[in-house]
């Protein structure tokens, strides 16, 4: 019953910006951490950003600057801002929530950084 909806993805030219977002719906309680993944063809999936119930966020150092995780408590949703868009950016951006008992995934969402 739980479930993430993602939005935003698409494909962008080199210096272009995308706004992710996912909503998280069928949780009860409080969520310690959500987080935004990605992952290329033939590449392992990485921890892109994330940020816990209380604001503290996490970046990779590829990604550091250039995008900003935020979220809405009361909403459950995370959001990812993402400037100045490199071709090396593009994977499957896909959402996580961790609770104290379980983590879930959303479905994932295309982005895609070429000229």
């Known amino acids: 019953q739980v479930q993430l909806v993602e939005s935003g993805g698409g494909l962008v030219q080199p210096g272009g910006a995308l706004r992710l977002s996912c909503a998280a719906s069928?949780?009860?309680?409080?969520?310690?951490?959500m987080g935004w993944y990605r992952q290329a063809p033939g590449k392992q999936r990485e921890l892109v950003a994330s940020?816990?119930?209380?604001?503290?966020?996490n970046y990779a150092d590829s990604v550091k600057g250039r995008f900003t995780i935020s979220g809405d408590n009361a909403k459950k949703t995370v959001y990812l801002q993402m400037n100045s868009l490199k071709p090396e950016d593009t994977a499957v951006y896909s959402c996580?929530?961790?609770?104290?008992?379980?983590?879930?995934w959303g479905q994932g969402t295309q982005v895609t950084v070429s000229s």
């Open positions: 940020i816990t119930s209380i604001g503290s966020t």
């Open positions: 996580k929530v961790d609770l104290n008992w379980a983590h879930y």
């Open positions: 069928g949780i009860i309680g409080s969520i310690n951490t």
